[in-house]
Nanobody, 125 residues
Framework: VQLQASGGGLVQAGGSLRLACAAS????????MSWFRQAPGKEREFVSY????????RYADSVKGRFTISRDNAMSTVYLQMNSLKEDDTAVYYC???????????????????WGQGTLVTVSS
């Protein structure tokens, strides 16, 4: 399985970016997906989660109301729309495939078995 993340870049605070993660070599529709991020000098942290069918979505408190996760199973792609970006959102963003279509402990990165290479998001003041 391969996960290819894209869409990162440099944006001013208050701006928007849309990340995409294209999956190949997997039956994408069977798996929940998440986004995590890792800022310099910090541990990887959960950002957002979506079940295989897209009916359930979860967000970290720090991004709730600003970020939206979605997926297109026909395109085997998961997205992260990021609005009202803050400097604290600066990080490398990773997409990850869960081990099943829905998981309870979605913020536990040990429950994910495939990771994208990461895409850097830099938010400037």
């Amino acid at each position: 399985v391969q996960l290819q993340a894209s869409g990162g870049g440099l944006v001013q605070a208050g701006g928007s970016l849309r990340l995409a993660c294209a999956a190949s070599g997997t039956n994408f529709v069977n798996y929940a997906m998440s986004w995590f991020r890792q800022a310099p000098g910090k541990e990887r942290e959960f950002v957002s989660y979506i079940t295989s069918g897209g009916l359930t979505r979860r967000y970290a408190d720090s991004v709730k109301g600003r970020f939206t996760i979605s997926r297109d199973n026909a395109m085997s792609t998961v997205y992260l729309q990021m609005n009202s970006l803050k400097e604290d959102d600066t990080a490398v963003y990773y997409c990850a495939r869960a081990r099943s279509g829905a998981i309870i402990a979605y913020s536990d990165y040990s429950l994910y078995d495939a990771w994208g290479q990461g895409t850097l998001v830099t938010v400037s003041s």
